[in-house]
């Protein structure tokens, strides 16, 4: 494993960090088993990962009692990044909504610290940008009280654009990372946001890359019409219908040849891609199994291989979903 340091931080990441959204159990299909989740962790852990990413909405609190069961006694010694500010309404279908009030954000922490069952939480972030009044200072403020009360060691933010972002730095220079996603096949990071944290090419602050594999996509395993249950996200995902599933499949197609080639699978050139990019830090990568672990650190073997980056170029440059 390699491990990157998070600018102005302790935190030392390893270069892919363990995403816990479809351990949760819900939104991810019915093939999630509590049993086999905990091996994937475990073998996460294995294979020299520290950091887990996971957050209060996936599986509504599940994926951080799995998480600190798998880990015992380890979750003291790993990086668990968490997230607050999202609820839900279960008698609307799950809806779910941002609330960034402080009172909601410190209820939030209290509830992640239990189901965790650790005393400080590494790395805690906003998950999604404020849907109501709460101003973004009154959100930092609980942020930072938080970490004076040692509740939170550091915080972030997800999913926010490059101008509340810039405001963010601007009143918490503190921050620790934006989470943002960025593959091959979503770029839209390399537009204002890479600009943001790597100003004239210096990295400022961390970038936590998620959606990797573009949910599973880019791993080359669908054929092309997939076929998911209701209760799996990408049953009503675009990216795996038509038209954009066509517009893809000439890029899946080489990373399947190339991979081949180098007998790696395709899922580890799409996180070696993201690892190379200017502006990220490290990637957040959503597994259920233990071979899928298995299978996507090897994208640390390709991160020096300059011909065969050189060779992929032009299919990643002109695919556009
Ligand atoms: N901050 C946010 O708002 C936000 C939003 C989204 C995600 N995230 C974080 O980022 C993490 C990663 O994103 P993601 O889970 O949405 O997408 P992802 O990492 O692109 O895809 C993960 C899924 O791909 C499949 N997969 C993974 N490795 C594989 C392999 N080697 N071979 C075959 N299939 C493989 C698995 O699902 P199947 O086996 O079912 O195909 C896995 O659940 C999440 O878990 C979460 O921690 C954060």
Same mark, same amino acid.
């Given at each position: 494993?390699? @491990?990157?340091?998070?600018?102005?931080?302790?935190?030392?990441?390893?270069?892919?960090?363990?995403?816990?959204?479809?351990?949760?159990?819900?939104?991810?299909?019915?093939?999630?088993?509590?049993?086999?989740?905990?091996?994937?962790?475990?073998?996460?852990?294995?294979?020299?990962?520290?950091?887990?990413?996971? $957050?209060?909405?996936?599986?509504?609190?599940?994926?951080?009692?799995?998480?600190?069961?798998?880990?015992?006694?380890?979750?003291? +010694?790993?990086?668990?990044?968490?997230?607050?500010?999202?609820?839900?309404?279960?008698?609307?279908?799950?809806?779910?909504?941002?609330?960034?009030?402080?009172?909601?954000?410190?209820?939030?922490?209290?509830?992640?610290?239990?189901? &965790?069952?650790?005393?400080?939480?590494?790395?805690?972030?906003?998950?999604?940008?404020?849907?109501? +009044?709460?101003?973004?200072?009154?959100?930092?403020?609980?942020?930072?009280?938080?970490?004076?009360?040692?509740?939170?060691?550091?915080?972030?933010?997800?999913?926010?654009?490059?101008?509340?972002?810039?405001?963010?730095?601007?009143?918490?220079?503190?921050?620790?990372?934006?989470?943002?996603? @960025?593959?091959?096949?979503?770029?839209?990071?390399?537009?204002?946001?890479?600009?943001?944290?790597?100003?004239?090419?210096?990295?400022?602050?961390?970038?936590?890359? @998620?959606?990797?594999?573009?949910?599973? &996509?880019?791993?080359?395993?669908?054929?092309?019409?997939?076929?998911?249950?209701?209760?799996?996200?990408?049953?009503? +995902?675009?990216?795996?219908?038509?038209?954009?599933?066509?517009?893809?499949?000439?890029?899946?197609?080489? &990373?399947?040849?190339?991979?081949?080639?180098?007998?790696?699978?395709?899922? $580890?050139?799409?996180?070696?891609?993201?690892?190379?990019?200017?502006?990220?830090?490290?990637?957040?990568?959503?597994?259920?199994?233990?071979?899928?672990?298995? +299978?996507?650190?090897?994208? &640390?073997?390709?991160?020096?291989?300059?011909?065969?980056?050189?060779?992929?170029?032009?299919?990643?440059?002109?695919?556009?979903?």
């Amino acid at each position: 494993m390699k @491990y990157r340091t998070l600018p102005r931080t302790d935190l030392q990441l390893s270069a892919i960090g363990f995403g816990c959204w479809a351990i949760g159990g819900k939104w991810w299909g019915d093939d999630v088993d509590d049993a086999r989740s905990i091996a994937a962790i475990r073998a996460a852990l294995d294979h020299g990962i520290n950091w887990f990413d996971t $957050a209060p909405l996936y599986g509504h609190g599940h994926a951080e009692e799995l998480l600190a069961e798998a880990l015992g006694s380890k979750r003291h +010694d790993v990086i668990i990044a968490s997230k607050v500010g999202v609820r839900w309404k279960e008698q609307l279908n799950d809806h779910a909504f941002s609330d960034l009030s402080p009172d909601h954000i410190i209820e939030d922490c209290e509830c992640i610290l239990r189901r &965790l069952r650790i005393d400080t939480i590494p790395l805690l972030q906003v998950h999604w940008p404020c849907e109501c +009044d709460t101003p973004l200072e009154a959100t930092l403020e609980a942020l930072m009280a938080l970490r004076e009360g040692g509740k939170i060691r550091h915080f972030g933010l997800c999913n926010y654009a490059s101008r509340p972002l810039t405001q963010a730095l601007a009143y918490a220079p503190e921050l620790a990372c934006l989470q943002t996603p @960025y593959s091959m096949l979503r770029r839209e990071f390399e537009f204002a946001l890479r600009d943001t944290v790597a100003p004239a090419g210096e990295q400022t602050l961390g970038v936590l890359a @998620y959606e990797t594999l573009c949910r599973g &996509l880019l791993t080359g395993k669908f054929g092309p019409a997939p076929r998911f249950p209701s209760t799996d996200l990408r049953h009503s +995902d675009d990216r795996f219908r038509e038209p954009l599933l066509s517009r893809a499949q000439p890029l899946i197609s080489a &990373l399947r040849v190339v991979g081949s080639k180098l007998n790696v699978p395709p899922a $580890a050139l799409a996180i070696a891609w993201v690892l190379r990019q200017p502006g990220v830090s490290v990637a957040i990568v959503g597994a259920k199994r233990p071979e899928q672990v298995a +299978d996507n650190v090897r994208a &640390l073997e390709l991160l020096g291989r300059e011909k065969v980056w050189q060779a992929l170029a032009p299919h990643i440059d002109r695919t556009r979903v």
